[in-house]
């Protein structure tokens, strides 16, 4: 049996903050704030992993008010979260995904991120899409206040 999963995320572009986007870090004069790394693609591939196994959501498995997870590298919380969905007894078919950002231009990077999201949850990279693209200068995406992400992926019973 197949199942599909949806994720989605958002963070807020500031001053003095590195630039993380699928575990690859980005130049640019900002970066995205919050409690981890605030690697907004990881976390919603992350988000769309554990909806396609119904085990909940990104919150419930890693709190914000647990000092662990501070400055935390989502790459490592993405690795923990595909073991509890394989244990759970699912594999993955594929993964697609879509970074909304103004700016900076992501195109360069994208393949650095499938690479590294593919060499954590241990898959090819033809299993693995990730896509960019502005906002039209419009909303908080593309005022450059924010970078949202978008992931959807479909997994098999093992
Ligand atoms: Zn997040």
Redesign the pocket.
């Known amino acids: 049996m197949n199942r599909i999963g949806m994720g989605y995320?958002l963070?807020r572009l500031v001053e003095g903050r590195r630039l993380i986007l699928g575990g690859v870090e980005i130049p640019h004069q900002k970066g995205l704030s919050?409690h981890?790394d605030?690697?907004?693609l990881t976390?919603a591939v992350i988000d769309a992993l554990l909806g396609a196994a119904a085990l909940g959501n990104?919150g419930q498995h890693f709190p914000d008010t647990d000092p662990r997870y501070k400055d935390a590298d989502s790459m490592v919380l993405l690795e923990e979260t595909f073991r509890r969905v394989r244990e759970s007894g699912y594999g993955l078919v594929n993964l697609d995904s879509c970074i909304i950002a103004q700016e900076p231009r992501l195109n360069p990077h994208l393949d650095a991120m499938r690479e590294r999201i593919a060499m954590v949850l241990g898959v090819e990279p033809s299993r693995i899409s990730v896509k960019a693209k502005t906002n039209e200068s419009v909303g908080p995406e593309g005022r450059g206040e924010a970078i949202s992400a978008q992931a959807v992926v479909l997994l098999e019973r093992l």
């Open positions: 995320d963070h919050g981890s605030a690697d907004a976390h990104i």
